[in-house]
Every structure is written in structure tokens, then in C-alpha cells.
């Protein structure tokens, strides 16, 4: 697709938005541009980011909603409203149901800090130096209704170290991070990511859909 646009979601302060913004405005080829900021808690960080950078934000908080399917179709309906080809989960701390996911199929990516299938869920950080990993990372990939379990796009390791705390090995895994989800990103705006099954085939610039 060309000049995509893409929705941000994130709960938190925003450092792998941040990244995307940098690469977004930096790389003239690029491919998409940002077109909605959204959030599932109105102070997050990543709203004040979005908002120093010119881009609209949208924020329904899970507490603003009687249950949970209301609150996602609401969340989904204001993101809808900027008509984004491609939704990134850039530290979006809740899970997405297959409603979300089907109105932008295959077109839903996300960041996590393991290297995947191994270390999912919200504390793979913590759980990487309880069980005593030699090696972690992150991977990016596209979600699916599991959690931390759809196909991977590309993935990234990271050594742990023996000093290592929770916050210095998820600085360096952040690090790493700000560098591969954008590059993934730009490769959904450039339509080079294939599924064969649960394998994503990454084709050449030049090779036909």
C-alpha cells in the first residue's frame, strides 16, 4: 500500500511510539504516516507524545465502559474514525478479541520483549531472570486472537547479563526494540509480508504480490 496509515496503540509512556514517530517523519520511504493515537488510560504517557507531535489522539478507559466488549467496540470505533490500514500495539497492555483483529485482518502487529514463543505474557521481562535465560529479546509479529502468539515477522536476542535488574534488561530489550518494530512496520506499508501458514515471508522490493 502506498502512504499508509497507521494507528498507534499504547498504555504507557510511549518510547516505541516515539520511535515509530522518528521514523516516520525521518525516512522519506517510509511508506505511512501516523494517523491516530490511541489509549485505553487518558494519561498515558504516549497521548503527550502524540499530541507534542501534531497527531490526534483517541483514549476509552476499560473503567468508562459497563463491560469489556463495549469498551473494545468503542476503542475500535474511535480509531475506525481515522481509517487506518495498519493498527500497532506499541505497549498496549490489553488483549484484542477476533472483533478488533477482523476489521483490519493480518494488519494488526505488535512489539514483546521475549523471544517468542517462549517468555509470553505482561511480565516476560521478570519472568527471563526468574527462570535464568542466558539470552532474551523481542520479537515483533502479527496478533492474533492468542496471547503473544501470532506469526512472527523478525525477532531480535539480547544478552542477559549476571548484574542484570527487571529495568536494565528491559532498557537494552526497549533499545533493540525502537529499531525493529519500525523497520517491521515499514515493511506492512510496503505490502512485503506474506503469510504461508503460520511462517511470514518477507518478499524483495521488487517481487510481485
Not at 465502559?65 to 474514525?81: F, Q
Not at 497492555?93 to 509470553?120: A, C
Not at 503460520?198 to 518478499?203: D, E, L
Request: charged share 25%; proline share 5%.
Amino acid at each position: 500500500m502506498s502512504d499508509a496509515r497507521l494507528a498507534v496503540l499504547a498504555s504507557g509512556s510511549g518510547t516505541n511510539l516515539q520511535a515509530l514517530i522518528d521514523a516516520t517523519s525521518s525516512d522519506p520511504d517510509f511508506g505511512g504516516r501516523i494517523v491516530v493515537v490511541g489509549s485505553d488510560q487518558h494519561d498515558a504517557g504516549a497521548l503527550g507524545r502524540a499530541r507534542d507531535a501534531g497527531i490526534p489522539t483517541v483514549a476509552e478507559a476499560l473503567g468508562d465502559h459497563p463491560d469489556r466488549p463495549t469498551w473494545e467496540k468503542a476503542l475500535a470505533d474511535a480509531v475506525a474514525e481515522h481509517r487506518p490500514d495498519i493498527v500497532v500495539l506499541a505497549g498496549f497492555m490489553k488483549l484484542v478479541s477476533g472483533d478488533f483483529l477482523n476489521r483490519w485482518p493480518n494488519n494488526v502487529v505488535n512489539t514483546h520483549p521475549s523471544l517468542l514463543p517462549g517468555l509470553r505474557g505482561a511480565h516476560a521481562v521478570r519472568d527471563a531472570l526468574e527462570h535464568g535465560v542466558k539470552v532474551t529479546g523481542c520479537t515483533v509479529h502479527l496478533v492474533d486472537e492468542h496471547v503473544d502468539h501470532g506469526p512472527i515477522i523478525a525477532q531480535r536476542a539480547v544478552d542477559v547479563r549476571p548484574d542484570d535488574t527487571e529495568e536494565s534488561l528491559h532498557e537494552r530489550i526497549k533499545a533493540v526494540e525502537h529499531v525493529l518494530l519500525p523497520a517491521c512496520v515499514k515493511l506492512l506499508c510496503h505490502d512485503r509480508i506474506r503469510l504461508e501458514g503460520r511462517v511470514v515471508r518477507i518478499t524483495s522490493d521488487n517481487e510481485e504480490s
